[in-house]
């Protein structure tokens, strides 16, 4: 079994660390920025990582295209 890339969507100040892990980060400022990433979320990613501000932008966005549901983790405040 293989291991699905992670994403994490936010803030620069807040997830351009996560990029010396691997993830694939993908900077969004501010809400519109957030949705716009979130659907179109590269292929193969199935954990993404979003900051609180993030989160709260996509509560009433739908799952991405293309039938992919990739688990979220919401870092803390």
Do not use: F, H, K, N
């Not at 900077?27 to 990613?45: I, K």
């Amino acid at each position: 079994m293989t291991m699905g890339r992670v994403a994490a969507i936010g803030e620069r100040a807040r997830v351009a660390g996560l990029a010396l892990a691997g993830a694939v980060v993908l900077v969004a400022d501010g809400p519109e920025a957030v949705r716009r990433v979130w659907r179109s979320l590269p292929d193969g990613v199935d954990l993404v990582i979003l900051t609180p501000s993030a989160a709260e932008a996509l509560e009433s966005e739908p799952a991405p295209p293309r039938g992919r549901s990739p688990l979220t983790a919401v870092m803390p405040p």
